[in-house]
Structure formats: structure tokens, C-alpha cells
């Protein structure tokens, strides 16, 4: 399974957008870039995921690299409820549906 | 919808004694999961079933068990607790797993502690 790696934290004013990087060099041309994030004392949840493209959801936008070697989640204004901790995880390669975890970037949200 | 569902919220056990986290999904789903959060840690799966009646072990099945009889349910059994079994366990369904688009939605957890 292809590897990410991402900051342990990230800090961010509330109202300012933030850029979470995710770097992902061994890629394989099939997994999806999926975005989880989770709340203190809850499950994780779904943000967005992309292949190629830039994607827009109402949460967040995911950029995508053109090599697609590297991604950023983007929340465009960051709010109080936004201080989580952000996954980047590529679906599994073997098609189980399988979610492979690293230790995610913890974002702490300034008012 | 319920989504998904996890009983009970909080659990204590002695070292040796067995029980069973209950996980339930109301949305039709095929793909269940169980994942074990160690503090400081992200998940790591544990037992994964993509229909009723199909199982498979994930990265860290020892020690645990699981079934699938029925669409909704996918109880996992500890088998004799131990301190390491000590825990916040999370159970994931989704539409059909196994098709890298699919999202996959979480239960609250059920935070064990194995004296």
C-alpha cells in the first residue's frame, strides 16, 4: 500500500483558510486521494477525495498535483469547529476498501 | 437513518474475560469495518467484511473474532481480554467497499479499558 506523509500539526486563525499538504511519491496511477477528518471524541468522517482533478465540495477543496505525487486540502475559512485531526489516505491498492491511517495532521483552530 | 450504531459507549474488563462490541448500520450497506485507536494514534483496521457471511482479517486480527450473518450487524468478539486490548474501537460501513469512491462512514466508538 502507498504511503502518505503529512505534518504532525498546523495552526490556523479562524476565518483564514488553510492549506493541509499530503505527500504521497509512490502513488499508483489507480488509488483515489481521500480526505477524512476527525473530531475530538468522535468516529472519523468523510471530507472529500479526488483522483486527477481539483475537486469542491461544501466542506473543502482538494487540490491534486499534476503528478499527483503530492495533494492539498484546502478549507477556505477555517472555523472553531474545523480543529480536528485531518487524515490523507489512498484507497487500497487491492480493492477491498480497506482505509490505511497515518498518524494525520492535528490542526489547531485560533480564535 | 441511524447510520452507523455502536454499543455500548464505555466498557471495563477484567484480564481474561470475553465480550462483544456491537456495531449496526441502517443504510444498506455491504462493506463493515472494525478499527482499533490506540492514544495518539491513528486507526488501525482490525476485521473487515465486504457481504454477509464474508470476513477477513486486517492489519491487526489477533485476538478477535467477527461474523457476519446479516446485512445491518457485525459484532466483534474479544476472546479473552487483555491490558493491550485496551482501546477505542470504531466500526465503518460502506455502500459496497471495494470501489475506491466509496465513502465510508464511522460509528461513534465504544472506548474499552482492560484492567
Known amino acids: 500500500d502507498a504511503k502518505t506523509t503529512q505534518p504532525n500539526s498546523m495552526e490556523s486563525n479562524e476565518e483564514e483558510p488553510v492549506h493541509l499538504p499530503c505527500n504521497h511519491s509512490t502513488i499508483s496511477g489507480t488509488d483515489y486521494i481521500h480526505w477524512y477528518r476527525q473530531l475530538p471524541s468522535q468516529g472519523p468522517e468523510y471530507v472529500i477525495h479526488?483522483?486527477?482533478s481539483n475537486v469542491n465540495n461544501r466542506m473543502a477543496s482538494l487540490a491534486i498535483a499534476e503528478d499527483r505525487k503530492s495533494s492539498t486540502l484546502i478549507l477556505h475559512r477555517a472555523t472553531l469547529r474545523d480543529a480536528a485531526v485531518y487524515y490523507c489516505?489512498?484507497?487500497?491498492?487491492?480493492?477491498?476498501?480497506?482505509?490505511?491511517f497515518g498518524q494525520g495532521t492535528t490542526l489547531q483552530v485560533k480564535p | 437513518n441511524a447510520g452507523v450504531t455502536q454499543t455500548p459507549k464505555f466498557q471495563v474488563l477484567k484480564t481474561g474475560q470475553s465480550m462483544t462490541l456491537q456495531c449496526a448500520q441502517d443504510m444498506n450497506h455491504e462493506y463493515m469495518s472494525w478499527y482499533r485507536q490506540d492514544p495518539g494514534m491513528g486507526l488501525r483496521l482490525i476485521h473487515y467484511s465486504v457481504g454477509a457471511g464474508i470476513t477477513d482479517q486486517g492489519e491487526v486480527p489477533n485476538g478477535y473474532n467477527v461474523s457476519r450473518s446479516t446485512t445491518e450487524d457485525f459484532p466483534l468478539r474479544l476472546l479473552s481480554a487483555a491490558p493491550s486490548q485496551t482501546s477505542v474501537y470504531f466500526c465503518a460501513s460502506s455502500y459496497r467497499g471495494g470501489r475506491s469512491t466509496d465513502t465510508q462512514y464511522f460509528g461513534p466508538g465504544t472506548r474499552l479499558t482492560v484492567l
Open positions: 489516505i489512498l484507497d487500497g491498492s487491492s480493492n477491498t476498501g480497506k482505509l490505511i
Open positions: 479526488g483522483l486527477t
